[in-house]
């Protein structure tokens, strides 16, 4: 059986670049997590092999600005890229993430997932490319960005790209950046739940789902009251 | 029994007149037929009660047991005991249905349920409505068809024991089984004693919950206000003998009489161009 490792890491223990190999049939996780602290740039490169899988779990909930920078590269036949990304940026926080995957060898798959949440005078952006180099047949990627505003000095900006240079392909994008819906809030609302409670339903609808990438339980919980704490 | 008196209501949406000055009451253990022609208000009477914001109350007032309702926000009105099934319930995404209900059932009490007893509430509405239970892990509304999403007000009606609940075409989009479904549903809250207040184009829900009495909103205003002999004299003659009876010149084209579409037939309302 193949050699799984997994990684998990503080991001006060990180180098500015970091680059990560996932040899041939081995899988790796890498699960990031910002609570409080956060380098200023952080550039990361994965570089998967033949049937290796790459997962990765960015949970950053500080007040930090920062730039983020992800490349994956699926270099070869069956490489495979799962990555999430839950940000609740806040206070005066300039936050931009741009997660890009190559797809450059045919049966690659790549779901890179973004959620994020706006809050105070906060700006948090989403971007990045999934290219599909010519050649790289039957290859699957899908883009989620999904920002929302929550309040009037925040804003938002979700601009994923799809590159597509091959023709027998899947690929699909979602990408979506909203004010706090009124009618969804007046839906809840109507049901008796008050509007702070309805808000924060809103938003762990948005960042709780990112824990079931974490094993953990301590950490889980200490997520859990980081979500549960900032949103309240 | 508490009543829900409205009186003089008069409703804008971005400025547009919609009420011109409502009166209506309904008590507790009555059910209401609230008839009429599209694009005469009758949505907006009900979403007005409710405390939608896109509404704007200009003049009147709303009471309920004894409380001014115009001043309570939403979550408020719905703890005194007032339920809206709307007509088109919004999709929220990530929301987990059984969070949600778990939050909106807690909030009616003074103490949170324990998660035994709020299983126990949740398998059986869900079982009375006939929803598989594997539906409560999915997000709320997301994805579900517009039978399921009627379906599933009248669960959360259920769940919530309102006194006073108001349907607003609880009966557009469901098939015959699941027309049944919500009927009886309809018939269990009229045996427990809760007050219904409802918008329906179809004669056919109407019959099986058999209203008390029934009022007419054209112009935004009550035009007539009756026993169920009502609902049966609109079935079949439609609103045309309002203006040779009464006088009360029906402004609005009336486009669609009751029964244009049927019971089976798909939920888009046929020659109506009204979302009110």
């Known amino acids: 059986m193949a050699n799984n490792e997994e990684k998990l890491v503080f991001l006060d223990d990180l180098p500015e670049t970091y680059s990560l190999e996932v040899p041939a049939g081995e899988n790796k996780t890498l699960r990031l997590v910002a609570l409080k602290q956060l380098p200023a740039k952080l550039h990361l490169v994965v570089n998967v092999h033949r049937d290796a899988l790459f997962r990765g779990a960015f949970v950053d909930f500080t007040d930090v600005s920062t730039e983020l920078d992800l490349q994956v590269n699926l270099l070869e036949e069956g490489a495979q890229c799962d990555w999430h990304l839950a940000v609740l940026s806040h206070g005066k926080a300039n936050k931009s993430f741009s997660t890009s995957v190559k797809h450059i060898a045919p049966h690659t798959q790549a779901l890179m997932s973004n959620y994020g949440i706006a809050r105070e005078q906060s700006h948090l952006v989403f971007t990045g490319t999934s290219a599909i180099e010519h050649g790289a047949v039957k290859a699957n990627t899908r883009q989620e960005a999904k920002i929302i ?42 049901r008796g739940v008050s509007e702070e409670d309805a808000k924060r339903l809103i938003a762990l609808g948005y960042l709780k789902p990112i824990e079931r990438y974490y094993d953990d339980p301590a950490l889980v919980e200490k997520i859990d009251a980081v979500i549960e704490g900032e949103i309240a | ?170 009966d557009s989009g469901l098939d015959v089984d699941a027309l049944n479904v919500v009927a009886k549903a309809l018939q269990e809250q009229q045996a427990r004693g809760a007050g219904l207040l409802m918008i329906s184009h179809y004669a056919r829900l109407l019959e099986m919950v058999k209203p008390s009495r029934a009022a007419i909103l054209i112009n935004g205003k009550i035009a007539v206000e009756g026993g169920p002999e009502l609902i049966e004299r609109v079935d079949k003659q439609g609103y045309e003998w309002i203006k040779t009876e009464l006088g009360i010149e029906v402004e609005k084209e009336v486009n669609a009489p009751m029964n244009t579409v049927s019971i089976g037939a798909c939920a888009t309302r046929v020659g109506t161009n009204d979302g009110k």
């Open chain 1, 149 to 190: 505003v929550f309040d009037p000095g925040a804003n938002g900006l979700a601009s994923p790209i799809l590159l597509i240079g091959e023709n027998d392909v899947q690929a699909s994008h979602a990408a979506v950046v909203g004010r706090l819906n009124e009618d969804h809030l007046f839906y809840l609302e109507s």
């Open chain 2, 1 to 170: 029994m508490a009543e829900l008196t409205i009186k003089n209501l008069h409703v804008s949406v971005d400025d547009t007149p919609i009420l011109k000055g409502v009166n209506l009451t309904i008590k507790e253990g009555e059910t209401l037929a609230l008839l009429g022609p599209n694009g005469h208000g009758k949505s907006t009477l009900l979403a007005a009660i409710m405390g939608n914001p896109h509404y704007q109350v200009t003049e009147g007032e709303i009471h309920f047991d004894g409380q001014d309702i115009l001043a309570m926000t939403p979550d408020a009105r719905s703890r005194a005991g007032l339920f809206l099934a709307m007509q088109y319930p919004s999709e929220v995404p990530g929301l987990n249905s059984a969070d949600f209900y778990k939050a909106a059932m807690n909030a009616h009490r003074s103490k949170p349920m324990s998660l035994f007893e709020y299983y126990r509430a949740l398998e059986k509405a869900y079982q009375n409505m006939g929803i598989p239970f594997e539906m409560s892990k999915r997000n709320l509304n997301e994805g579900f068809s517009g039978g399921e999403k009627k379906r599933n007000e009248v669960l959360q009606m259920e769940l919530l024991s309102p006194r006073i609940a108001m349907l607003d075409e609880i």
